[in-house]
């Protein structure tokens, strides 16, 4: 992603708090077992690093060689990753640096990283293929890039709220407006063999979000972010909506957190994919 290119969520609070949420365990369980003492790892898009540090932590310590485990996480967020910087700190993880950074021309020499990670980054890239082509560069022969994407199209819910199918509707159109490819998770293994990669294993996973605590971490961040975030500034001032709409939106994203039967799932898709 360049700096041209435009992020659909933005980093407003209410879309960081979901990130601020996410670890290997529930959203890189498919690749962690690569994340082991003495790996070099780069992760690309990191956000506010709370996976990056999570995978710090498990490649800390040596390898067979002696050669101490390191991540490097990329954004081209500064002020995301000063957030980053200060979660890996508060986790006394200090075998990672974070830096702002361009997927398209890493600088880093061919071979560099034994795994090359990515989170919900390729769907908001308007070329997959060709960041995946520079993943694969900077991925050592015999190292792994693995990617992890939403399938927006994919997303079922309870109850069948129409306001929802609104929002949705309204995503898709602002994420492709900036370029991006919501339904990603089915494109990862054809943009992976695209790339070049011809050892490649495909997946799926899902976020479900039904006890009571996970509706109203999910709803109501939506609730907010659908009125507050880069999004919701992005659909008005194209067009796509009126604040009116967005209020009520946010509205209905309330009630199904409220409502003890909802239930939302999320399909993603997930690649390893051999150098």
């Not at 693995?146 to 399938?151: I, L, S």
């Not at 957190?257 to 051999?274: K, N, P, Y």
Request: include cysteine; hydrophobic fraction near 40%; charge should be negative.
């Amino acid at each position: 992603m360049t700096n041209a290119e435009k992020y659909t969520h933005g980093h407003h609070d209410s879309v960081l708090r979901s990130h601020r949420w996410r670890t290997v365990e529930n959203s890189a369980a498919y690749a962690a077992r690569f994340f082991v003492p003495g790996r070099q790892v780069l992760d690309v898009g990191c956000g506010p690093g709370t996976i990056s540090a999570d995978i710090a932590a498990r490649v800390a310590g040596a390898d067979e060689n002696g050669r101490p485990g390191r991540v490097v996480a990329i954004d081209l967020a500064e002020g995301v990753l000063e957030e980053a910087r200060a979660h890996a700190a508060e986790q006394g993880v200090d075998n990672i640096t974070f830096e702002a950074r361009d997927v398209y021309d890493l600088p880093y020499p061919d071979g560099a990283f034994c795994v090359v990670h990515a989170h919900q980054t390729l769907q908001h890239v308007a070329d997959p293929v060709r960041a995946l082509k520079e993943m694969r560069r900077v991925c050592a022969p015999g190292g792994v890039v693995v990617a992890r994407d939403a399938d927006y199209a994919g997303f079922t819910w309870y109850p069948l709220l129409p306001e929802l199918d609104e929002w949705m509707d309204l995503y898709q159109t602002c994420a492709r407006a900036n370029g991006g490819e919501p339904d990603a998770g089915r494109r990862l293994l054809s943009w992976a063999r695209a790339a070049g990669f011809t050892d490649v294993t495909p997946t799926a996973s899902v976020w479900c979000h039904a006890t009571e605590d996970e509706r109203r971490y999910w709803g109501e961040m939506w609730r907010d972010r659908v009125v507050e975030s880069q999004m919701a500034e992005q659909a008005v001032r194209d067009g796509h909506a009126t604040e009116d709409d967005l209020r009520r939106l946010s509205a209905a994203w309330q009630r199904w957190s409220d409502d003890g039967d909802a239930w939302f799932a999320i399909l993603h898709g997930e690649i390893v994919c051999r150098a």
